[in-house]
């Protein structure tokens, strides 16, 4: 074979890559950074804040926490157009972050447990399938609750205090509650009160509401000043109309409510004019049925029904806060799909009260969730 003048055309066919701009560089490590995060935020782990006191004083505001998304599996994307980072809503625009024109179906990745009683769960908002522009059900807002009941448990309240299956419900360490105090007339010390981290009001002039955990009223009763420390609880059988199912043919209210069965997928259930209110809102709004009532039938996709079978497992999710956190008692089931992850730690904390030295809660550093 004839190979003269390989050498030449070999040497010739070389091309010298160009080197990257600094531009392109630059481009090529954001695009990337942002791919990774995207990835371990998804599919692994991600950051949230707590915003609000409902959890107290299991979580504090200001406490920045990890959420795990690989304990409970990962939910795949159900709306995947979005921009990096925002969760639905643009920070300066206020626009939305996300498309729908592409949607998924709900799927979740295996996990390594499924969500137990007494987990502390973040998990999207319900009842943000009733605004006037819904959004999805991954780009509704991030709530962290406490599971209390999981699918098939029968929940009850009575007297504030919680029983699953008939038996007395595990109590959160650092739950609170308000309590009615009633001094000999002397005022408290302010900074007494302050150094427990206690709410407290004055309603006359020897009486007080404090919001706090039980191990601080046993600390009050114990007071030089104090007369009498009693819990604050609604009476049975006062109606709430903001408690679930706001129907007043179940007189409850926030302290005494129940008893419930908590749907569990594959679970059915004899519908009738005694529980349709229950679980109308699951069949319809979180199972995607048409269902109603005329007279005394119950319609469902069109078809008379008296029973109906559950596709997803429900939870019962409620705050450590008892008299300060809007849950499952005023807005009913956290479905399955709505589930984000669960809360693992406390990586930083910060009080926005707190003075130059004491912004960082130092003692909660690297804190696990209990």
Not at 193 to 219: H, K, P, V
Not at 244 to 250: R, S, V
Not at 339 to 357: D, E, H
Request: aromatic share 14%; glycine share 6%; with cysteine.
């Amino acid at each position: 074979m004839d190979l003269k003048g390989s050498n030449n055309s070999t040497s010739k066919d070389k091309k010298v890559r160009k080197k990257k701009s600094a531009g392109r560089e630059w481009f090529d490590a954001i695009l990337f950074a942002v791919v990774a995060a995207t990835l371990i935020r998804g599919l692994f782990i991600e950051a949230y804040v707590i915003p609000t006191g409902s959890m107290e004083k299991t979580l504090l505001v200001g406490d920045y926490l990890f959420v795990s998304k690989v304990n409970y599996g990962a939910r795949t994307p159900m709306t995947p157009v979005a921009f990096p980072f925002a969760h639905h809503t643009m920070p300066i625009t206020g626009t939305k972050a996300y498309w729908e024109g592409i949607k998924w179906d709900y799927h979740r990745l295996p996990g390594l447990s499924d969500v137990k009683r007494n987990d502390v769960v973040v998990f999207n908002y319900p009842m943000d399938a009733d605004a006037p522009f819904s959004r999805p059900v991954d780009k509704r807002e991030n709530y962290i609750k406490r599971c209390l009941a999981i699918g098939g448990d029968t929940i009850n309240i009575i007297n504030a205090r919680v029983f699953l299956n008939g038996k007395p419900a595990e109590v959160p360490q650092f739950g609170e509650k308000y309590y009615y105090v009633q001094s000999d007339g002397t005022d408290f010390n302010p900074q007494a009160i302050q150094d427990l981290n206690i709410e407290a009001q004055r309603s006359t002039a020897d009486e007080y509401i404090f919001n706090m955990t039980a191990s601080d009223a046993e600390i009050i009763k114990k007071w030089s000043n104090v007369k009498t420390v009693n819990p604050y609880i609604r009476p049975v059988n006062e109606y709430d109309s903001q408690i679930f199912p706001h129907n007043p043919q179940f007189k409850w209210n926030a302290d005494n409510f129940g008893p419930l069965i908590v749907p569990k997928q594959g679970w059915t259930v004899k519908l009738d004019s005694s529980n349709y209110a229950l679980y109308e809102r699951a069949i319809s709004i979180y199972e995607g049925n048409t269902i109603e009532r005329k007279g005394n039938d119950i319609i469902i996709n069109g078809k008379k029904a008296d029973s109906y079978t559950f596709k997803m497992n429900y939870y019962w999710m409620m705050g450590d806060n008892r008299d300060n956190s809007l849950d499952s008692r005023y807005w009913g089931f956290v479905p399955d799909d709505h589930i984000v992850g669960k809360a693992l730690f406390v990586w930083m904390s910060w009080n926005t009260n707190g003075t130059f030295f004491d912004k960082i809660r130092w003692s909660r550093l690297l804190g696990g969730i209990h």
